[in-house]
């Protein structure tokens, strides 16, 4: 791991992470706070390339100086990741009485008292591709660092939680879901308008994101650390409960019953989608569950009549990534 410089510490380290959260984040924030107050203007901090500065400390990896465009992080086997910092804290929400905008800090509508405040949650990790070139470019990061700060409970909104995810894009439900943005809804699109990857989403599961970082913000300021590992050695996937996203139109029942063949997972004679899931979420239990391999089938089946239309329209490196999934 190389060093920070400036007296400040060894990049890999929790000593370093937690650190870098004080100086740049919460310390930031609570004068935002304090001035938001007098000016009415929003106390958001913007977390982009605040995100990029924590992925390098967690990682030990340095950034490219790139900003907005370039390889954000430089990988110690000369490849490069992409980092993208979704930030659901601070953001602006409302009074379900009078309609009044209210901040976060706020614990009574500031207009007319009411503790029917609306907080919002809804904020999401963008990824933009504007031309072919792009398109055939986005397989080139060796990983994707997702970083998310979000509420522990949006109704008490006093914990925040920073956690940094490891995708690869090679995997089956990231790279099929962007040769379907870009052919299937981007194309379609007026405004062509980036990818939305929403965290804790089916699309986002199906990209088997792995956790490499995780602390807690705590309402004083002090920083629990949970989970700090190396970039190359992150915790596995771990998936919630499928019966979560039964009224997610994302995953179909058809998609459910490839991946429960395709896995030998015993249904019985239920055909029902709630009852696939339910049967998933029990094999996913026992000691043959398998995450990995189930968010490849899911992906397979989702996307797999989306994307296999468009294979011959595929640059050498997207088609070798997506093609073995097509002919499952």
């Not at 992470?17 to 203007?41: C, G, M, N």
């Not at 030990?60 to 100086?65: N, Y």
């Not at 031309?131 to 990983?143: C, H, K, M, S, V």
Request: aromatic share 8%; glycine share 8%; proline share 6%.
């Amino acid at each position: 791991m190389g060093n920070a410089g400036n007296g400040i510490g060894e990049l890999g380290t929790q000593e370093a992470s937690e650190r870098l959260i004080r100086d740049l984040y919460t310390d930031l924030r609570t004068k935002l706070a304090a001035w938001s107050q007098v000016t009415h203007q929003t106390a958001q901090a913007r977390m982009g390339y605040v995100g990029q500065h924590l992925v390098s400390v967690v990682t030990g990896c340095p950034g490219g100086k790139s900003g907005a465009r370039g390889k954000d992080l430089l990988l110690p086997d000369g490849g490069f990741a992409e980092i993208k910092t979704c930030y659901r804290v601070d953001q602006l929400g409302y009074c379900e009485d009078c309609r009044t905008r209210t901040s976060p800090l706020e614990a009574v509508c500031p207009e007319c008292g009411s503790k029917a405040l609306r907080r919002p949650d809804d904020s999401k990790w963008l990824i933009s591709i504007r031309n072919d070139e792009e398109f055939e470019q986005i397989l080139g990061p060796r990983f994707y660092f997702l970083v998310l700060l979000d509420f522990t409970d949006t109704d008490k909104p006093d914990t925040i939680r920073a956690s940094i995810w490891r995708v690869d894009p090679h995997s089956a439900g990231f790279s099929m879901c962007m040769v379907d943005y870009y052919f299937n809804i981007r194309a379609k699109s007026k405004s062509k308008a980036p990818f939305n990857l929403w965290p804790y989403s089916p699309k986002f599961y199906m990209m088997k994101p792995r956790l490499c970082y995780r602390s807690l913000i705590l309402p004083d300021n002090s920083i629990d650390t949970q989970v700090l590992k190396a970039w190359d050695d992150p915790e596995k996937l771990e998936l919630c409960p499928l019966s979560d996203f039964a009224r997610a139109t994302t995953i179909t029942r058809e998609a459910l019953s490839h991946a429960a063949d395709r896995l030998a997972i015993p249904c019985g004679d239920t055909k029902s989608k709630s009852g696939i899931l339910a049967a998933i979420d029990l094999w996913l239990e026992s000691e043959a569950g398998d995450c990995e391999q189930l968010s490849d089938c899911l992906a397979a089946g989702v996307y797999a009549p989306l994307v296999a239309p468009h294979l011959a329209r595929l640059g050498t490196g997207l088609r070798q990534a997506v093609s073995p999934f097509c002919s499952e």
